[in-house]
C-alpha cells in the first residue's frame, strides 16, 4: 500500500503562484504512476495532471496546460504541481493519487484509473 500526504496549498492572490508537494511511503514510488486532481465544492472531482513512472512522459487537462507543470523526483519519493497565473476558478482542495502502471504510460485521466489518494490540500485564489 502507498501513503500519499500533500502538502503546500494556501491563499493566493490572481495572478500567483504556489507549489505543492506529494509525499510517497510505503512502497516504491517508481512503481507508480502519478496524477493530479482538484475538487471545488459541489464539483466532481477533475484531472489536471499526470506523469509516468519515469517522469519522463506527462499529460494535462487543457484547462491547465500551460500554467501548471507536473514533475517528480524519484530519489526523494516525492511528485510537484507547480502552479502559475492562478485564477479565482482554480480554488479547490487538491489530490494526489498514485496509480500501478507500466513505466512510460501517463495518460490517466478519470479518478477510478488510480489506486491510492491523498487526503488533500486546500488552495484558495481571492484577492
Known amino acids: 500500500q502507498v501513503q500519499l500526504v500533500e502538502s503546500g496549498g494556501g491563499s493566493v492572490q490572481p495572478g500567483g503562484s504556489l507549489r505543492l508537494s506529494c509525499a510517497a511511503s510505503?512502497?516504491?514510488?517508481?512503481?507508480?504512476?502519478m496524477g493530479w486532481f482538484r475538487q471545488a465544492p459541489g464539483k466532481e472531482r477533475e484531472f489536471l495532471a499526470a506523469?509516468?513512472?519515469?517522469?519522463?512522459?506527462?499529460y494535462y487537462a487543457d484547462s491547465v496546460k500551460g500554467r501548471f507543470t507536473i514533475a517528480r523526483d524519484n530519489a526523494k519519493n516525492t511528485m510537484y504541481l507547480q502552479m502559475n497565473t492562478l485564477k479565482p476558478e482554480d480554488t479547490a482542495v487538491y489530490y494526489c493519487?498514485?496509480?500501478?502502471?507500466?513505466?512510460?504510460?501517463?495518460?490517466?485521466?478519470?479518478?477510478?484509473?488510480?489506486?491510492?489518494w491523498g487526503q488533500g490540500t486546500q488552495v484558495t485564489v481571492s484577492s
Open positions: 510505503g512502497r516504491t514510488f517508481s512503481n507508480y504512476a
Open positions: 506523469i509516468s513512472r519515469t517522469g519522463g512522459n506527462t
Open positions: 493519487a498514485a496509480k500501478n502502471a507500466p513505466p512510460f504510460v501517463a495518460n490517466y485521466v478519470a479518478t477510478y484509473d488510480y489506486n491510492y
